[in-house]
């Protein structure tokens, strides 16, 4: 159940299971465990989502690792072929040269960056998923962004935003909607910048308001608060002041009250001050 995974969430699991074998007690419907995995990503845990097969449950395991992307790895209790565990290995392997690639450009080593990526780009073609190739192109997104190539960057963001989009991945596609809004704000075009950061924001909102828990209302919108804030900053590049203080109320309402639990009050007018002051 939804709840269910709220709980462990909040609870601080790293790892969420769901058991696809037709011969197990505890065994998931495809599409209800395609539901809850992607409720896990959306919730933008660090858990990961894990499929669980045992013998039997093979044809389930393609149809899920094609058509469910947020799997992020998978617990083998059958007879797998060395075929299956070497494809289990090579994902296991892509998303650690992606972790790999994403430190390396916090440390500002754009280069090792790269030369992760490419090693990544070669188990994605061996792997054949969407999703991979998604994270991928965000993540390379980054890098073009981080070399001042924001034409490049916005092309890689849109190819992301495509798939992520065919993909339905929500929560995918809040970062790749701010990630072509900097790149449009690097090329000096407020304007779609702006739209993007309106289609982030009511990504954003809507996954909020579907959560149950308070602790992950907060946590989910609370390292979001850069959209607001770029979408200020352009608006009021613009002279439009009274959307740059919508968004601020926006981010305001939606951040600071779940985040202080309705502790504190902040005022409009004091709101007001500070995108002014901006």
């Not at 070497?86 to 430190?103: F, I, P, T, V």
């Not at 054949?128 to 994270?135: E, K, P, R, S, Y």
Request: charged residues 25%; proline residues 2%.
């Amino acid at each position: 159940r939804e709840s269910d995974v709220e709980s462990a969430i909040a609870a601080g699991a790293d790892r969420v299971g769901f058991v696809v074998a037709p011969t197990s007690p505890r065994h998931v419907e495809f599409e209800a465990a395609r539901r809850l995995a992607r409720l896990v990503v959306g919730l933008g845990a660090e858990a990961w989502v894990v499929g669980a097969w045992g013998e039997g449950g093979v044809s389930n395991l393609d149809i899920l690792i094609r058509d469910c992307s947020d799997i992020a790895a998978v617990q083998l209790h059958g007879k797998e072929t060395p075929a299956r565990v070497r494809e289990n290995a090579r994902r296991h392997a892509a998303d650690g040269l992606l972790l790999a690639a994403r430190a390396r450009l916090a440390l500002g080593d754009l280069d090792g960056a790269d030369g992760a990526l490419k090693r990544v780009q070669q188990y994605a073609r061996l792997i054949g998923l969407a999703q991979m190739d998604v994270n991928l192109l965000s993540v390379q997104g980054e890098v073009a962004l981080a070399r001042n190539a924001p034409q490049r960057a916005l092309t890689l963001y849109q190819q992301a935003l495509t798939e992520a989009g065919r993909l339905d991945q929500q929560n995918v596609l809040i970062g790749l909607h701010q990630g072509a809004a900097r790149a449009h704000a690097a090329l000096r075009q407020p304007v779609p910048a702006l739209a993007a950061l309106r289609r982030s924001m009511e990504l954003v909102e809507a996954i909020r308001g579907e959560l149950q828990e308070s602790s992950l209302r907060s946590g989910f919108v609370e390292n979001k608060q850069g959209i607001y804030e770029l979408a200020v900053r352009l608006a009021l590049g613009v002279g439009q002041a009274e959307e740059a203080f919508g968004f601020a109320e926006r981010g305001r309402a939606r951040a600071f009250l779940d985040l202080l639990g309705g502790q504190t009050t902040l005022s409009k007018g004091r709101t007001r001050a500070l995108v002014a002051d901006g």
